[in-house]
C-alpha cells in the first residue's frame, strides 16, 4: 500500500507489508507513540510528515535493513539497547551467557568482557548486580561509543577499554572473562543473508575457521583469571566439541556446555586450573 496523508492508524495496522510485530515496532517509532498508544489512536489520522517518513522506513525494512537499526534500538535482558551499524545486534541467545555469570559472580566480583560491542553483556550483568566491578574491551571506537552510551542511560558502571582481545589489559586480574566473540565461518552462507548483511563483519566472522578468535581468548585468559576463576565463551552451534576440546587442552577444569533456549548448547566454559 502507499502510505498518505490521512490514512489512519487502525488501517495502518493492518495494512503495511510487513509481519505485525514489525510492522507495530515502525509504527510506534514513526508516530512516538507506545504500544497502548497506538490502540487509543487508532482513529488519528497520518500527517504529510508522518505518512512520508513512515513511507521511507517501510522501503529501508523491505530493502532488508536491520529493524533494530532503523528504529536504532533493541531490548536485551529487559533493558534498552542503543543500537547502529558499528555493532552487533544483540540475540536472546547471548542471554545465556549473561545468566551463567551471574550465576557465578561472588560479591563484590571483578568480571571481563571482552568484544563488548553494544555492550549487551557487560550493561546488562553491571546493571543487576551493581556491586560487581566490570571491565569491558572492545577494538573498536565506534562500538566503545555505542557500548558507554547503554552503559550510562541503563545506569552500569562499567569500565571501558580500546584494547585488541588482551593487549591493553596489562596485569589486571578477574574473576570471570566473558565473551560473545566473532565465531562465523568466513565464507558461510549465512554471512550473506538476513539482519548480518547488514551487521560489522568484524563482530561476527574472524575471518578464518570460526575458531581462531575463541583459541585466542582460551589461551590468554588464563593468564587474566585467578585461580578458579570461569571462562566462558558464546559459540555457534556445531563449535560446542571443539570449545571443549581446546579448554581441555588448555588445562581448564569443569569443562561443560551450556543450551541456549533454542536447545542449542551455546556456551561452553570452565575454571583457570
Ligand atoms: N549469534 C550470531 C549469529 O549467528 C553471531 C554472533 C557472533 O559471531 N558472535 O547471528
Known sequence: MKITAGTTVQALQAGLPLDPLEN????????RLTRVGLITNAERALTREEAALLDA??????????????????EFFGLPFQV???????????????ELALERLAP????????????????????TRPDAVVTALDLSDDALHVARANASANRANVRFLRSDWFAALGTDQFDLIASNPPYIASGDEHLAQGDLRFE??????????????????IEGAPAHLVAGGWLLLEHGYDQA???????LDAGYTEVQSW???????????????
Do not use: K, N
Not at 507495530?24 to 508516530?31: D, Y
Not at 525494512?61 to 532503523?70: K, N, S
Not at 547502529?84 to 549473561?98: H, K, M, S, Y
Open 108 to 127: 563484590a566480583a571483578r568480571m571481563l568482557d571482552m568484544g563488548t560491542g553494544s555492550g549487551a553483556i557487560a550493561v546488562a550483568v553491571a546493571h
Open 24 to 31: 507495530r515496532i515502525l509504527l510506534c517509532h514513526a508516530l
Open 200 to 217: 560489522p563483519s568484524g563482530a561476527l566472522t574472524d575471518f578464518a575457521d570460526g575458531l581462531s578468535a575463541l583459541h585466542t581468548i
Open 259 to 273: 543450551r541456549d533456549l533454542g536447545g542449542i548448547e551455546r556456551v561452553s566454559g570452565g575454571r583457570r586450573g
Open 57 to 74: 522506513l517501510v522501503a529501508r525494512r523491505q530493502a532488508g535493513e536491520p529493524i533494530a537499526y532503523i528504529v536504532g534500538q533493541r
Open 84 to 98: 547502529g551499524p558499528a555493532v552487533l545486534i544483540p540475540r536472546p541467545d547471548t542471554e545465556l551467557i549473561v
Open 241 to 247: 566439541a571443539a570449545v571443549r576440546d581446546a579448554l
